[in-house]
Nanobody, 123 residues
Framework: QVQLVESGGGSVQAGGSLRLSCAIS????????MGWFRQAPGKEREGVAT???????SYADSVKGRFTISRDNTKNRLYLQMDALKPDDTAMYYC?????????????????WGQGTQVTVSS
């Protein structure tokens, strides 16, 4: 059974940092595109960052220069380092895995999803 389990969310002041982790079990994601998405109340789910099996990364314009996505294929884990957090970053953050190695920000293209971890940034 495939499971993606996020951790590391919490409440921080604006300007603070958090590091999200995603533990993957049930399959080896070494050859899959992985990504982080987020969804704020009343808004659609949006792509935050993606990473190919080879380490190529893409970021939403709103997080460029502040967030860093990484993966450890030996541990089957995905990470999101979030720095200089803003209140607009408040959302539920989801880890996702896509079939195949190419990446996109289209949520429908991602087949496996975690349950999410809440990030709240106060001003």
């Amino acid at each position: 059974q495939v499971q993606l389990v996020e951790s590391g969310g919490g409440s921080v002041q604006a300007g603070g940092s958090l590091r999200l982790s995603c533990a993957i079990s049930g399959f080896t994601a070494n050859y899959n595109c992985m990504g982080w998405f987020r969804q704020a109340p009343g808004k659609e789910r949006e792509g935050v960052a993606t990473i190919t099996p080879y380490g190529s990364t893409s970021y939403a314009d709103s997080v460029k220069g502040r967030f860093t996505i990484s993966r450890d294929n030996t541990k089957n884990r995905l990470y999101l380092q979030m720095d200089a957090l803003k209140p607009d970053d408040t959302a539920m953050y989801y880890c996702a895995a896509k079939t195949g190695s190419s990446c996109s920000f289209v949520a429908a293209a991602f087949f496996w999803w975690g349950q999410g971890t809440q990030v709240t940034v106060s001003s």
